[in-house]
């Protein structure tokens, strides 16, 4: 089983700044993508923005030139930088990882994992 432990959330004002991060630890073999999704109060869960294991990035339309996403290969850890925040993105903001673990010696299936969730909110 993979873990991913989340950190940095909190209460900010608007136009204040908030960084993320998620560890993820367990039987690792690779991990392919790592990201951030969100959900508000009585709306669906969206993805914010992944990193791929070759830094590739995408980002969610109404956080593009606000949030920056980067992740630490060697520690199994995504950040998520946060600026000029708005109301707007207040919500639970969720990790999640996808990869590969070790199953046995020489052997390794797919995970899927989410972490626990951390609070944003962001006061007007």
């Known amino acids: 089983q993979v873990q991913l432990v989340e950190s940095g959330g909190g209460l900010v004002q608007a136009g204040g700044s908030l960084r993320l991060s998620c560890a993820a630890s367990?039987?690792?073999?690779?991990?392919?993508?790592m990201g951030w999704y969100r959900q508000a109060p009585g709306k669906q869960r969206e993805l914010v923005a992944f990193?791929?294991?070759?830094?590739?990035?995408n980002y969610l339309d109404s956080v593009k030139g606000r949030f920056t996403i980067s992740r630490d290969n060697a520690k199994n850890t995504v950040y998520l930088q946060m600026n000029s925040l708005k109301p707007e993105d207040t919500a639970v903001y969720y990790c999640?990882?996808?990869?590969?673990?070790?199953?046995?010696?020489?052997?390794?299936?797919?995970?899927?994992?989410w972490g626990q969730g951390t609070q944003v909110t962001v006061s007007s």
């Open positions: 999640n990882a996808e990869g590969y673990l070790i199953v046995v010696a020489g052997s390794q299936r797919v995970f899927g994992s």
């Open positions: 990193i791929t294991s070759g830094a590739s990035t």
């Open positions: 367990g039987s690792i073999f690779s991990i392919s993508a």
